[in-house]
């Protein structure tokens, strides 16, 4: 059984492109009541209670029709109802992709809401971080069998997304949010991720080196931010942290060359670890562990 690491962020890389010793991987509704009477045959009145929500028929007639866009924009935070609709006449607002410039346009659930190219979310910001386990696609996709989707269908009401990929069988950490300001800024920069790789033979210490000063693989220069060996395991074993956002461009790496990966673990995303968190399981993040990702 290969070790496990402790998910720990302290490991180091070599400081020198040519220097063959490194330093060890170490693992790591308020209710509204009515009543009514009525005479019943026998003469005496009939009295039942009804509940009904305060707002329930406003709500109502929004499922049905929609919500006026200038109100789903105020709703968002972005300003007044009357503001919106100067925004909406300036070109500002796409619904689905296409401007909209029309007063009283009714917006569906599920469109797609722009305003100056930010999607507006009447959701409030949600981060949740699972502990994947193997064989679970992680994609939105409701025809690959068991996703990440349905691991975390009752952690929120908001539409998250994945941020990022791992692969079917890869393992570890992944999160999910509804903050597009956070996910782009993920997807440009990227997400320094710490994986724990094992081999199918070991990994000689001139490979190791290359890895570190960079491969081209099909026209793409592969960088890593560190790599060493699993501190107390054999050399089949190693750490990598890559800000690359996929898990596949791990195995490339490896592949590229002529290893077999075994298995790919997340160990770490960031400054987030999987202490206390079981594999299959998720939590919400912490303000602070929310705050952190600022300083990315």
């Known amino acids: 059984m290969a070790k496990k690491t402790s998910g720990s962020s302290k490991s180091q890389s070599p400081k020198g492109k040519t220097q063959k010793q490194h330093k060890p991987f170490k693992k790591e509704a308020k209710a509204v009541k009515t009543s009514r009477s009525q005479s019943g045959r026998d003469g005496h009145k009939k009295t039942w209670t009804?509940?009904?929500?305060?707002?329930?028929?406003?709500?109502?007639?929004e499922d049905r029709v929609g919500t006026r866009?200038?109100?789903?924009?105020?709703?968002?935070?972005?300003?007044?109802?009357?503001?919106?609709?100067?925004?909406?006449?300036?070109?500002?607002?796409?619904?689905?992709?296409?401007?909209?410039?029309?007063?009283?346009?009714?917006?569906?659930?599920?469109?797609?809401?722009?305003f100056d190219g930010r999607?507006?979310?009447?959701?409030?910001?949600?981060?949740?971080?699972?502990?994947?386990?193997?064989?679970?696609?992680?994609?939105?996709?409701?025809?690959?069998?068991?996703?990440?989707?349905?691991?975390i269908a009752n952690a929120t009401k908001a539409r998250v997304a994945p941020v990022g990929r791992l692969?079917?069988?890869?393992?570890?950490?992944f999160l999910f949010t509804n903050?597009?300001?956070?996910?782009?800024?993920?997807?440009?920069?990227?997400?320094?991720?710490?994986?724990h790789v094992e081999l199918g033979k070991n990994l000689k210490n001139e490979d190791l080196i290359k890895i570190k000063e960079g491969l081209n693989l099909g026209g793409r220069e592969i960088t890593?931010?560190?790599?060493?060996?699993?501190?107390?395991?054999?050399?089949?074993?190693?750490?990598?942290?890559?800000?690359?956002?996929?898990?596949?461009?791990?195995?490339e790496l490896f592949e590229h060359l002529g290893?077999?990966?075994v298995r790919v673990d997340c160990v770490a995303l960031a400054h987030l670890t999987k202490k206390d968190l079981p594999r299959g399981r998720y939590r919400h993040l912490t303000y602070d562990e929310i705050?952190?990702?600022?300083?990315l």
């Open 119 to 151: 999607r507006l979310q009447q959701d409030p910001p949600a981060y949740i971080l699972l502990n994947k386990p193997k064989s679970v696609a992680s994609t939105t996709s409701e025809s690959k069998g068991l996703t990440v989707m349905d691991l």
């Open 50 to 61: 009804r509940t009904k929500s305060k707002n329930s028929k406003a709500s109502n007639t």
């Open 69 to 114: 866009l200038n109100k789903y924009i105020a709703k968002s935070g972005v300003c007044s109802r009357r503001e919106a609709d100067t925004y909406i006449a300036s070109g500002l607002v796409t619904v689905n992709n296409k401007v909209i410039n029309t007063m009283g346009y009714m917006v569906q659930p599920g469109d797609e809401v722009k």
């Open 167 to 173: 692969g079917r069988n890869a393992t570890g950490l």
């Open 224 to 251: 890593v931010d560190e790599i060493s060996y699993v501190v107390n395991a054999s050399k089949k074993e190693v750490g990598i942290r890559i800000k690359n956002m996929g898990s596949s461009v791990i195995r």
């Open 179 to 195: 903050d597009d300001r956070l996910m782009q800024k993920l997807h440009k920069k990227g997400l320094p991720r710490l994986f």
């Open 291 to 295: 705050s952190l990702f600022s300083m």
């Open 259 to 261: 290893h077999n990966v």
